[in-house]
Each structure stands twice: as structure tokens, then as C-alpha cells.
């Protein structure tokens, strides 16, 4: 035994190296070695001062794609067995739900219980409201379990059903329940899906093919929260209620308002009059695609780590920390640390949690094909736990068993976990008419006026709104909320009284008010948030004055959130929308106004006009100089500022014969080498065929996709100096192969003679 220990060491210190000289570079799938859980707790690069256990792990566990606490501090973990075919998705009842808990905070599970086997396709999962609410396309269950026996009291009941399948990456997935009572989660831009209740016609349904999606446990009202992004596998709420969501291929990170438009991978924007969609908060980069997203607002981890985003990287694999700096009613996604190098390119970790304990909880779903097109170990995953090393354990927590008054208590935990745990049993109550509301709005009203920060008055107000404080008897406590000292009880007060679109009418001149004066950005930007939730009177006074604003020109998120609320106007009451237009201080607006007025249908982009022609050229040029786009498909030319961590133009064939090309005539210099240099892109779902021709002749031909292409971007180099001396017409074509995802992206497209 002695002999194989300094081998094992050799072995892991070899693995590490590799993988070190792996990271930064992208990868679908990889050749590494399977890593038994302690082997891998032993390649990680754990930060100073912490530890890392192994919470649970196969044989327990296989293909976990989900995990939540649950009030008695357990976790629930969601098996997808059924991921690998996604593609060609068979009704096969394959995931579980299994029951772990640690009875001595030791962060290791010690015992392990079934809850249901007989789910299609899971892909998220919450608990609350005396049940488990789980993503399970095409529909959003509720299994109830009322008496919290861990037996499902019913089969699941569909709560929803028309959730898209046609990309299993980007179904509903990332449940989390927001400090106003309801259930949060993400959906990306492949996958298309026309929700609504059971039974419910076309026309009484919501279309969906990317953003951030809520649904309220006690009124069952589905709404869209916001639209755009591209996969979002992460989404969390700040100590202030501000949502943020981490994505993959664009930038990973985004401050997530209702009602915004953001921007969104490879499709157009639903509403083609956006115009400036939303983009990244972030100033930095990884490689492209993260999942998970979770604050971390407990005190177990040293003071510098609260109120940082930990979040995972799953082409890094790593674990990754941000923390947000305010700017104007939004924040800058600054770089705190790569916290966690795991060193194996099997750990593919895209979910976390933060448990009762303070520890960070991450899951692996752990396979070198990290995409999920195959499974190269199957029945493999783990739950890790990385805790301060020498942290205090802690006594397993029991929300259910408590008093109203304790959970009323709790919302002064330094751990939010307790907080958000205690809110939604204090919601739950109040539903089912099991709370003793007199002591509650009690104890609530005095912590409000005690509270001396905003968070603090923020769980205080959140407390209060889901157990009914501010019902419509008594809604002019809310109303007294407007003019607090507190910008954030101010914003939040309006987020609330707009909350079911039927606010009273004594608040309108009070917003007209705070539109035309409040000093705070970020209450400007509720307001702006809450116009579209408004009666048609409110809105013009309300998004008149937020128009004059000076200091908000360069603002990332006003103006752009006070044309959404704009635009479903325009055409409606074109005169007072011209009158905006000639008044405001924002000079986009004014623009946009004039640009809505004089369009038409969106335009058809086999069929484009001479001004959207200009665009396409002019986008063109500034990547691929001299050259000319014809026959654009899909989409148009679209410009992105970031994809894959780059700017680049997109294209796509204009059908399944007629790609889309790149042309230009030029003379190529006697005496040199010229070289045409291009760097280009494929869908992360998707291929194409690059062709390039030099006078009809095919100098080049190959597929570009992710089995073809070893990096992010093909750098191809094709040789033109034995056209030295002659005119030249180069054609690079983006040609359709078959028929899926046939977009091209482009980086450059240089000419270089030496």
C-alpha cells in the first residue's frame, strides 16, 4: 500500500498538469481520465483556508441535472437519465427524485429516500407550497405532498404544458422562488415554446424562445419576466431583490429587470422595434458557457466573500466568482477570483446552492462529452461541498416545526438561506389560511422600523407583501412606502402597487412625481419597469418626465427600458409620442420614436429595402472590408458584440440550396504572397459549409462545427499567390449542410500580401 500512494500522487500531479495546460481552450468533449470522487476532491485546486467534501456521489447518484434544499435542510436531487436523447425524445419515464440528508452537518449525506421515479425528462426543480414544483417538458408539474411525508399524495398535476423540446440545453430549468412569492426560471433561445394551461387555445398562450419566465403558486398566473439571452442555466436575486442570470456562447452575465429586452444569441428579438436590446453587465471574460448563479449571503465564508455571485464555468471547469458595482440604475460584473479550479475536464458543474450551513453546495454532472450528445460515463455525478476548513456544524434546521413568530424572527438571520426558507413558509401559511396574521404584520412592521439597512427593510417588505400587509384594506401603508428615505423601499414599493396591473388611483400623481424629481436612478428604473403595468393614463405623464432627465443619457439600462414601455404607444397615439419625441433630453428616444413611426411590418429578409440593405453592407464592411453580402437568410446580417467572447457578424442561408455569400473583385499584386485570411464560427447547436471560390473555382470546402473546429473559431489561411497579377472575384459562401442551424459567424476576413 505504502508503493501506491507516491504513485497515485504522480498520477494526479500528471492529470493536473494536463489539465492546467487545457484551460482557456474549448472543448465539446476530451479524452480525460474518469477521476473517482476523492481523486477528484484531491486534483482540485482548493482555496486556502477551505475544504471540499463529497456531499454525495454515484452509485447514489447518476446524470443529476437539478438540486434544491428543502426546508428541513435537505437536499433533492433530479436525475436525467433520459439527456443523452434529447433529440429524439422518447416518452421514457427515466428521472428521479431522491431525498439526501446529512443528520450531522458533516457535509456527507447519511441517508437517502426515493420520491418519484415515474418523471420524463426533469430539468428543474423547487419545493414549496406542500409539494415539489419540477420542470418536466412539455409541462410544469406540481406533485403534491402536503403533509411532508415524502410520498407524493397525487399523481403530478400539469400546471402548464406547450414547453419546447427542441433543444434540450435550453429547457426550463434554474427554479428559484423571488422575494415576492413567486417561481423564477430561465429558458434559452433554441428551444420554442407556447405556454399556457392545460387545454388552453393558441391565442390564450405565451410564446417563448429565450428569457427569464415566472409563475405565482397562489394565483397560477404565468407571465414572461424578461425576454432575450441565449442559454441561461443560472439565475439569482442580490440582497436587494435585483435579478441576474448567467448564460452561455454571449456574455455570461446580466442584470435582469421585468419588462427587458436583452440582448439575445443568433435570433432576432420577438419585437423587431428593440432596436437596442439590453446587453452584459460584464467587463470581463471566460470561455463561453456558465451555469449556476448563486449570491452568497450567509457568514460562514470570510467577510470579502458575501454578496459575491459564485457561479460555475463549465468549459474552465471552474468555479468562479463575480461581484457587482453599482453604475446608475444597473452594476458593473466585476472579476472577484477563479475560486475553484477543479483541474479535471470531466467536472462539469452547472448548478449550486448555498445550504443552511453557510456552505457553497456544487453540482457535477461530471462526463467528458460536456454538451451531453453522449453519455462517456454513465451513472456518474456528484454533489460537492466546499466549507471554511474548522466551520462550526450546525443543528439541522426544521423551518416547518417553527411558531409564525420564529419565521417572522428569521428574517433577521445573517444567512439568507433561513430568510428566504422562512418567507416562503410565512407565504405558504397565509395561502392556507393557517397564519396568525395579527402577531405576523406585528412583528413585521416592527423589524421594518428598526431595520437600519436596506436589505434588511427590503426582507422585512417582502415578508410583509406575500403575508398580505398591504392587501387592497390596506394598501395606503404601501402607498406611504413612496416617500421613504430608502431608494430601494421607494423602487420596490412601486414594483409591488403595479404588481396586479390595478393599482389605486391616489398613486398616480404621487409616480408623476417621482418620475419628474426622485434623484434615485435605480427608483427611475422601476418606474420605467412598471409603465407597461399601468392603466394607459398613468403612462404618458410617467414616461414624459423620465424622459428629461439629462443624467441619464448614458445610462445602460433607462433609456432603452423607457422605449419598451414607448413603443406599444407609437402607433397607438402617434401624436403624444411625437410630442415625447421633440421634448425629451435623451436623444435616443427620439430617435427611436421616428424610426417606429415610419416602419411598417417587420421586414421580410428574403425581401429587404434599400435601408436595411445599407445596414447589412455597412456591418459587412466593418469585418470583411470590400466585400458585398448576397442572398441573406435567416435572420439578416446581424451585428453581435459579443459572441464567443468576440464580435462577430452573423449570416445564414437564404434556403436549403442558396447559400449565403460573401463576394468581392480584386486584383491580386504581382511580386507577392498573398494570403486570404479568415476566422469564423459555427452554432453551438448547428454547422455550415465554408466554401471559398476564386473565379468559380473551390479553393476551399469544408464543414464548420464543433467536430471540426478544435477552438471556438476556425483560423483558416487559403493561399492566393497563383492568382498574382490577375482579377480576382473571391466568393466565400456560408452554405447550408443540413439544415440545422445553418448560421455563420464571422470574426474577419483579411487580405494580406507580403
Known sequence: MKTLIPLLCISILAITSSHAQNRGKQHRTSDAPFLTPKEAVANMSIPDGFDVSIYTSEPHIGEPIAFTFDARGRVWVVENYNYVNRRSHKNEQ??????????????????????????????????????????????????????????????????????????????????????????????????????????????????????????????????????????????????????????????????????????????????????????????????????????????????????????????????????????GSTYIGRHGSDFMPTNDLAWVGFSMEIGPDGGVYILDWHDTDICGNAINFPKSGRIYRIMPKNAKRIARPNIPSLTDLELCQLQNHPNDWFVRQARTELHHRTISGKLNQKVVHKALDEFFVSSKT?????????????????????????????????????????????????????????????????????????????????????????????????????????PRMIWFALEPLVTEHPKKALALAAQTKIPFLTESVARRMISGSPQNYKKPNQSLRAKWAKAIEAIAPGFKVVNVGEGGVLALESFRNEKAIQTHPLDKKTPCSLKRQLQIPKGKSTLLKIRCSYHPHGDWQLRVLANSKVLHDQIVSFKTVKSEWLELEVDLTKFAGQKVDLTLENRPNDWRNEFGFWHSVRLVSK
Open 94 to 327: 427515466l428521472s428521479r427524485i431522491q431525498i439526501f440528508e446529512d443528520t450531522d452537518s458533516d457535509g456527507v449525506f447519511d441517508t437517502k429516500k426515493l420520491f418519484h421515479d415515474k418523471i420524463t425528462f426533469a430539468s428543474g426543480i423547487a419545493i414549496g407550497y406542500g409539494g415539489v414544483y419540477l420542470g418536466a417538458p412539455p409541462n410544469l408539474v406540481f406533485i403534491p405532498d402536503a403533509n411532508r411525508d415524502d410520498i407524493p399524495d397525487a399523481e403530478p398535476e400539469v400546471l402548464l404544458d406547450g414547453w419546447g423540446m427542441q433543444d434540450r440545453h435550453e429547457t426550463l430549468n434554474s427554479f428559484i422562488w423571488g422575494p415576492d412569492g413567486w417561481l423564477y426560471g430561465c429558458q434559452g433561445v433554441f428551444t420554442h415554446s407556447l405556454i399556457g394551461k392545460p387545454g388552453a387555445s393558441k391565442n390564450d398562450r405565451i410564446y417563448l424562445d429565450a428569457g427569464i419566465w415566472r409563475f405565482h403558486p397562489e394565483t397560477r398566473e404565468f407571465e414572461i419576466f424578461a425576454r432575450g439571452l441565449s442559454n441561461p442555466w443560472g439565475f439569482d436575486f442580490n440582497d436587494l431583490g435585483h435579478g441576474f442570470a448567467t448564460c452561455c456562447v454571449i456574455p455570461h452575465l446580466f442584470h435582469i429587470v421585468q419588462g427587458g429586452i436583452y440582448h439575445k444569441q443568433s435570433r432576432p428579438n420577438l419585437n423587431p422595434y428593440t432596436y437596442a436590446p439590453i446587453q452584459t453587465i460584464r467587463d470581463h471574460t471566460h470561455l463561453s458557457a456558465h451555469g449556476g448563479a448563486r449570491f452568497y449571503l450567509a457568514d460562514t465564508f470570510p467577510s470579502e466573500y458575501r454578496d459575491q455571485l459564485f457561479m460555475c464555468n463549465i468549459h474552465e471547469h471552474a468555479v468562479l466568482a463575480d461581484y457587482m458595482e453599482p453604475n
Open 454 to 558: 436596506s436589505p434588511k427593510r427590503l426582507r422585512a417588505l417582502w415578508a410583509q407583501h406575500v403575508t398580505k400587509r398591504f392587501s387592497k384594506d390596506a394598501e395606503e401603508r404601501l402607498i406611504q412606502l413612496l416617500s421613504h428615505s430608502d431608494q430601494h423601499v421607494r423602487a420596490w414599493a412601486i414594483q409591488l402597487l403595479s404588481e396586479d396591473k390595478t393599482p389605486p388611483s391616489s398613486i398616480k400623481s404621487i409616480l408623476q412625481k417621482l418620475a419628474q424629481s426622485d434623484p434615485s436612478p435605480t427608483v427611475r428604473l422601476y418606474l420605467a419597469a412598471a409603465v407597461p403595468r399601468l392603466p394607459l393614463e398613468y403612462r404618458f405623464p410617467i414616461l414624459n418626465a423620465l424622459s428629461q432627465h439629462t443624467e441619464d443619457l448614458d445610462d445602460p439600462k433607462l
